[in-house]
Every structure is written in C-alpha cells, then in structure tokens.
Antibody, heavy 120, light 110 residues
Framework: QITLKESGPTLVKPTQTLTLTCTFS??????????VGWIRQPPGKALEWLAL???????RYSPSLKSRLTITKDTSKNQVVLTMTNMDPVDTATYYC????????????WGQGTLVTVSS | NFMLTQPHSVSESPGKTVTISCTGS????????VQWYQQRPGSAPTTVIY?????PSGVPDRFSGSIDSSSNSASLTISGLKTEDEADYYC?????????FGGGTQLTVL
C-alpha cells in the first residue's frame, strides 16, 4: 500500500521560509520513472502545481514560483522536502504531496494535505 | 503560459449524462496525457481518469475520458449520474515538463 503524508508548520509569519516534508511508504524514489510532486490549494480555490522531483534528481518548478521554491529528496529516509521562501498571506493553502509513477503522468495517490496559514 | 480552461460549474439530474470540458490554451492537448481528478469537500483529490481515457481500478465505467484534437480539448463524461458524483473535478496535463491543472468544475447532481 502506497501512502504519503505531509508535515510542517501550520502557521508561518509573512517573509518567513516554509519547510514542508512529505514522508512516504510503499514505493522507492530510486525506482526509474518515479517522482513526487507538491500541489497546493488555497481555501475555496483551484489546485496549483508547485514542484516535482524525479528518481534521477531531475527537478521541475512552477514557472511563476520558481524563484521561491526548492525541492529535495532523501531516498534513504523516504522523504521529499519543499521549501518556499518569502511567504505571504496569499500563500495560505492546503499543501499536498503526491506520487507520480512515471514521467509526465498522473498524480496518485495524494497525501491528506496540510493547511498552512500565513499570518502575523 | 499554457493553461487548461474548464467551465466553472455544471449541473445535471441523477441518471443523466454530463460532460466536462478542458480546453488547452495553445499547442496540442494531445501532446501530453490528460488526467482527471475528483475532489469531494474536505478530501484530497483522487484519480478518475489517467492517460486520457484510462480508469484506475475501482473507478466505475460510468466515467470515461476522451481527447478532441480539433478543439484542443479533453472531456470527462459521467453517465448514469449518482448523487455521490457531486464533487469538484480537475483536469491536469503537462507543458514543457511542467504540470498544469485546470481551474476545476463544480458538478452538482440534483
């Protein structure tokens, strides 16, 4: 059974850096083709893709947020970490991580998501 | 930037068929696979269609996906609507190796 779970702070202040961890089980991020992505969803709004990291350490970022995002993986710990700098109240959202089993393909399954609120 | 455009909302009666469109802003939507996700309130999205027209195990065959290159759009069709199908639906694809989500469609079954 494949599971993913997001963890990190629920509240961050404006201008701070957000660090989120995705801990997964049931697959290996060293398997060819496999990737883990981050997607967020502001309250009542649409899904927005943020970043992807693949088994070979290839990294992809949303063009609109690229300057603020860093994605890394720790294969031995089965974790993927996303950092987002210079947080703003508009970044308030539920942040999800999800498995992509092959390149340029679907996200499934997803973690339960973690709500991050940006407020002073 | 490449965008996927969906209708904001659709509604239909139980037992009927509904189709949700997802139109690419440029290029060819057929160049990359299109996926469809269902999201119920308070829950994470789940896949109902992947690789344009494939159903994951456990998704009923009332759900189907298609691509229309002439209109540069993908469609999700749900037949025999049930009240449990009421949810938000999102299409997703790729552009230059970056993932892209549509704006979502709220399906009301009434």
């Amino acid at each position: 059974q494949i599971t993913l779970k997001e963890s990190g702070p629920t509240l961050v202040k404006p201008t701070q850096t957000l660090t989120l961890t995705c801990t997964f089980s049931g697959f290996s991020l060293s398997t060819s083709g496999v990737g883990v992505g981050w997607i967020r969803q502001p309250p009542g709004k649409a899904l927005e893709w943020l970043a992807l990291i693949y088994w070979d350490d290839d990294k992809r970022y949303s063009p609109s947020l690229k300057s603020r995002l860093t994605i890394t993986k720790d294969t031995s710990k089965n974790q993927v970490v996303l950092t987002m700098t210079n947080m703003d109240p508009v970044d308030t959202a539920t942040y999800y991580c999800a498995l992509t089993p092959t390149i340029f393909n679907w996200f499934d399954p997803w973690g339960q998501g973690t709500l991050v609120t940006v407020s002073s | 930037n490449f965008m996927l455009t969906q209708p904001h909302s659709v509604s239909e009666s139980p037992g009927k068929t509904v189709t949700i469109s997802c139109t690419g802003s440029s290029g060819s939507i057929a160049s990359n696979y299109v996926q469809w996700y269902q999201q119920r309130p308070g829950s994470a999205p789940t896949t109902v269609i992947y690789e344009d027209n494939q159903r994951p195990s456990g998704v009923p065959d009332r759900f189907s996906g298609s691509i229309d290159s002439s209109s540069n759009s993908a469609s999700l069709t749900i037949s025999g609507l049930k009240t449990e199908d009421e949810a938000d639906y999102y299409c997703q694809s790729y552009d230059s190796s970056n993932a892209v989500f549509g704006g979502g469609t709220q399906l009301t079954v009434l």
